[in-house]
């Protein structure tokens, strides 16, 4: 097999990104550049990502990325061997930004076209930056998503366990938000944290102990935010407190369905060596999740990956290296990938909750 130099385009959400990827004869991956434009600043005022604003923001930008990602890998157009573009799951109005844009650079310069789930990205990408090839544990932590996964190959996914109600990083964003913090939270609830007392307050452990994998983290939200209303107005202690025991609780709820999953891995796996426990997603930054999750990988024979900070967040080398690894299958898509809002990398995987919590809100993909 030839080696593959892939363009990658990323406009699923509020990150617009575009990187250069190369993977070569053994099937190694090389991140020749990766431009990434957070909208922040655009979002900041209304806490959240805004649909409409967030795809015009990646409209206006993302030729200019293109331009410079070429340009960091001194490369023309001529001298790539396709372009990967996200085509789900996201806001549509992102997508179809990055979807046109990639359809028209692979028609002018005659490169294949390969759709990239956005969620497959994050899977893969600790193959570009360790060397990490499946099978592996994938713990998938990010402001939409919260899933454990078992990544048997390129394409190949069985999902453990997902969220009932809130992402993680969707927790830690409502989190700061009740507590006045800015967005996006997860940062800010760290760094306050770090003053707190991880004890002051006694959070619930939503879903502790129970067999199936699964998250749910809307109840600790609200319980962040009955404690807070009881002890109105917060000092900067208070605020620091809250946080730390909120951390505390996340943690906590983290080692035990992870713990979980280590189990469900090796006997659906068969694997009693040393399998590798993935991190991806914007909430692996977390100092303390990750020290956690070390700790447990330790003492379960795990070896722990998370990849570097820049690349666990949303870019686009994670989806040019996804759709280099299509490619090499041989894999291309038409003129005619449209944008999925949603797109599950297990659509056969069932929400198997116990009975008396069957009909609450439905998870996400
Ligand atoms: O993967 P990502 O950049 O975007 C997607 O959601 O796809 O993840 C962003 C999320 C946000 O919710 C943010 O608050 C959270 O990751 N996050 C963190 C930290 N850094 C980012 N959560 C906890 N601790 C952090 N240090
Ligand atoms: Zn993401």
């Not at 080696?3 to 991140?31: K, Q, W, Y």
């Not at 003053?195 to 998250?215: I, T």
Request: hydrophobic share 40%; glycine share 10%; aromatic share 4%.
């Amino acid at each position: 097999m030839k080696d593959l130099t892939i363009l990658g385009i990323e406009s699923s959400c509020d990150e617009t990104a575009a990187a250069v990827v190369r993977r070569d004869e053994a099937g190694r991956g090389h991140l020749l550049s990766n431009i990434i434009h957070t909208q922040l600043e655009e979002h900041k005022a209304f806490g959240g990502v805004v649909p409409e604003i967030a795809a015009r923001a990646h409209v206006e930008i993302l030729d200019i990325l293109i331009e410079q990602a070429m340009k960091d890998a001194a490369l023309s157009f001529g001298a790539l061997d396709g372009i990967a573009v996200t085509s789900g799951p996201g806001l549509v109005g992102g997508l179809m930004s990055g979807l046109m844009t990639a359809k028209a650079i692979a028609l002018v310069h005659d490169l294949p076209l390969v759709g990239v789930n956005h969620l497959e990205g994050h899977a893969l990408t600790p193959g570009l930056t360790d060397n990490v090839q499946p099978p592996y544990l994938l713990l998938l932590v990010s402001g939409g998503h919260t899933q454990i996964l078992i990544v048997k190959d390129v394409g190949s996914f069985e999902r453990l366990g997902t969220t009932i109600d809130d992402a993680l990083g969707e927790a830690f964003d409502k989190t700061a938000k009740l507590l006045g913090l800015d967005y996006p939270g997860g940062p800010q609830v760290e760094k306050w944290a770090k003053n707190g007392d991880p004890k002051r307050f006694a959070f619930p452990r939503p879903l502790k102990g129970r067999p199936e994998p699964h998250f749910s983290y809307s109840g600790l939200k609200t319980a962040v935010r009955r404690a807070a209303k009881e002890i109105e107005p917060l000092s900067d202690q208070d605020v620091s407190d809250l946080c730390a025991s909120f951390e505390a609780a996340v943690v906590d709820t983290i080692k035990d369905r992870v713990a979980i999953a280590m189990r469900l891995y090796r006997e659906k796996m068969q694997d009693n060596g040393q399998p590798a426990l993935v991190v991806a997603g914007g909430v692996a930054a977390n100092q303390k999740i990750s020290q956690a999750l070390q700790k447990l990988c330790d003492s379960n024979n795990f070896s722990l990956s998370v990849p570097p900070q820049q690349l666990c967040t949303d870019n686009a080398a994670m989806i040019a290296w996804a759709g280099a690894q299509r490619l090499a299958r041989g894999e291309r898509d038409g003129f005619g990938l449209a944008a999925k809002a949603r797109w599950p990398l297990d659509p056969d995987a069932k929400l198997a909750l116990p009975s008396n919590m069957q009909g609450r809100k439905g998870a996400k993909a």
